[in-house]
């Protein structure tokens, strides 16, 4: 079976694992520092912090977003309900409001112009995801910010979920460097850059990255005296921070994910030509204005069952991934509009293979089984 997701396992990765152990410090440690300074420079945002996982990253950038106590009724977060869970989740579990924006079925990303219609005086943040990797237009986003801030008063917080989106640019910058929004990226072992389990966010600026540092662990500064106890805990936090082995294994996999988006991006163009005007199949949208990671390769296929039974049936491992969190019980409380663009896509969006494993012959196989029909 030809896999949909796979693990990569960079050089020297069992040389500084065994560094890390032979320290005895595999908690937090030097290894995390180094590798948070490399992230930066990758990004081009000095302010990283990493995480124990991506679903800490988005649980900690809603807690950064929202502002307790206030009394001033903002606690409602705009988000996509095509996501995995982790995205919504976290806006539960900072005790935030979820309402639903709608989805472009062209790229399977936010809906902006649905976004524009619902911000509210009640928005705390917006969370958007950059699906499979390919960008949501920020420079838009951006104006529509403007707008809702000369209307209301107020500029919500942008949370970026990019897990899928290591080595994604918008014209010409890399998604989660610009500074400007929270950007959470996930770590996790079948990412294009894995850890085993881990994350990272991307901070705005030094004082919401002292804070995510902080509550990362448990509301404490590691620089603080803890010896003698000379340290003040001013809000409480969480057991999210990165491990030293993780990190040892980042800064493995760091020294050749460049190669794997590029291998990504090399699959995902052979099949936007080979697939093009297929019966039945349509393909999503590319701008020549972004770059996408392409991490996942999705396609909207009528008949969804009777492909996935085809290319089940030759070998090819293919996996709608996400139910549409909207129709969860988790949240049906939450009351909202229609939402037609995604209605039109959900029946038909599946995955293809697209990674950095497959071998000429293994992507001819995916493409002609497809062209021959279901």
Known sequence: MIPLLKAAIGPNTLDRIADVLST??????????EFEAAL???????????????????????RLASTPGTGDGRDEVLSTPLTFEATNWAVLA???RLRWVDVDPATLNLDLDDLAKKISPATRAIVIVHWAGYPVDLDRLREILDAAEAAHGYRPVVVEDCAHAWGSTLRGRPVGGDGENICVFSF?????????????????DEQSYERARRLRFFGIDRRADRVNGNYDVPEWGYNFYLDQISASIGLANLETVDERVEQHRRNAAFYDAELAGVPGLELTAREPDRESSCWLYPVKAEDRPSFMRKMNDAGIMVSMLVRRND????????ADSALPG??????????????????EADRA????????GW
Do not use: F
């Open 24 to 33: 005895g410090m595999i908690g937090h440690g030097p290894v995390v520092e």
């Open 40 to 62: 930066g420079a990758r990004v081009g945002n000095p302010y990283v912090a990493t995480v124990n996982n991506g679903t800490s990253g988005l649980h900690l950038a809603l």
């Open 94 to 96: 900072n005790g935030l």
């Open 188 to 204: 996790h072992a079948t990412k294009h850059l894995g850890t085993g389990c881990g994350g990272m966010l991307t901070l705005p």
């Open 327 to 334: 129709t969860h019980g988790a949240v049906r409380q939450v």
């Open 342 to 359: 995604l209605d039109a896509v959900h029946e038909r969006i599946v995955h293809i293979p697209v990674g950095w494993w497959l071998s």
């Open 365 to 372: 196989h995916i493409a002609d089984t497809i062209k021959s």
